[in-house]
């Protein structure tokens, strides 16, 4: 059974940066697309990056041009780099497939952007 196991999340100034892996019990990545998720305090949980089974990304406008998305396979992680991180970015970070499948929703991981 698959698991998807966030990690990576902490505390950072704006403009630092942050990466986080997801970590799969299971090579799955090469199946199909997975993506990264944010729920921010008080808003709905969002898309943020998202990368196809052939490797293609795409990005949220407000994320475009500062959080790259990518995959090891070998290791069966998703990762996010997130740079010049600002204060609106903080959310609860969650990896999952795309379009998402509820019972792969894990624990997420917390970023906090300070100002």
């Known amino acids: 059974q698959v698991r998807l196991v966030e990690s990576g999340g902490g505390l950072v100034q704006a403009g630092g940066s942050l990466r986080l892996s997801c970590a799969a019990s299971e090579r799955t990545f090469r199946l199909t697309a997975m993506g990264w998720y944010r729920r921010a305090p008080g808003a709905e949980r969002e898309l943020v990056a998202k990368i196809s089974r052939e490797g293609d990304t795409n990005y949220a406008d407000s994320v475009k041009g500062r959080f790259t998305i990518s995959r090891d396979i070998a290791e069966g992680a998703l990762l996010l780099q997130m740079n010049n991180l600002k204060p609106e970015d903080t959310a609860v970070y969650y990896c999952?497939?795309?379009?998402?499948?509820?019972?792969?929703w894990g624990q997420g991981t917390q970023v906090t952007v300070s100002s």
């Open positions: 999952n497939f795309v379009p998402p499948v509820r019972v792969y």
